[in-house]
C-alpha cells in the first residue's frame, strides 16, 4: 500500500479528535460520543493514546487536578482517585488498565488532563509557530 507522508499528511481520527478537544475545538462531550461508540480494543488503544499525548505535553499532577475539574468525574470514582497521586505517569498506567468499565469515565480524566497540559505547552514552548502537525490542525 502506497503511504503517503509529508505536506497534507492526514492525521488519524483518533489523533485529531483528541487534539481537537484540547484546543477547545470540539467539545468533550462530543470525544465522550465518539469514544463510547468504539470497540473495546480501539477504547483501550484511545486511553493508550491520550497517556501518550501526556507524556509529551508534559503533564503534571496539578494538570491532573485541574482536568478532573472539568471532566465532569466525581472526585470518589477510581479513575478520579488515581490522577491527583503522585506520580503521575504510573497513576495514568494504573488508570489504562482499570477494567472495561472504567473505560469512559478514565477517558473523560485522561483527556481533561492531557487538554490542560497541551494548553500550556501551546502558549508556552509551541507560542507563535510550530511544527507539530496536531497544533496546526486544518
Ligand atoms: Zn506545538
Not at 487534539?19 to 465522550?32: I, K, M, P
Not at 485522561?110 to 496546526?136: I, M, P, Q, Y
Amino acid at each position: 500500500m502506497y503511504s503517503n507522508l509529508g505536506e497534507g499528511e492526514q492525521l488519524r481520527a483518533s489523533e485529531r479528535i483528541i487534539n481537537e478537544v484540547a484546543q477547545g475545538l470540539r467539545s468533550l462531550e462530543e470525544a465522550v460520543t465518539w469514544f463510547s461508540a468504539l470497540e473495546q480494543a480501539e477504547q483501550k488503544a484511545a486511553l493508550h493514546e491520550v497517556v501518550r499525548y501526556s507524556m509529551q505535553a508534559h503533564a503534571t499532577v496539578d494538570d491532573g487536578r485541574e482536568g478532573l475539574l472539568r471532566s465532569g468525574i466525581k472526585p470518589t470514582m477510581t479513575p478520579a482517585v488515581l490522577i491527583v497521586r503522585e506520580p503521575i505517569l504510573e497513576q495514568m498506567g494504573k488508570i489504562i488498565n482499570l477494567p472495561p468499565a472504567e473505560y469512559v469515565k478514565s477517558f473523560r480524566v485522561l483527556l481533561s488532563t492531557f487538554a490542560v497540559a497541551d494548553t500550556r505547552r501551546r502558549e508556552t514552548k509551541c507560542r507563535g509557530t510550530c511544527s507539530h502537525g496536531w497544533h496546526n490542525l486544518s
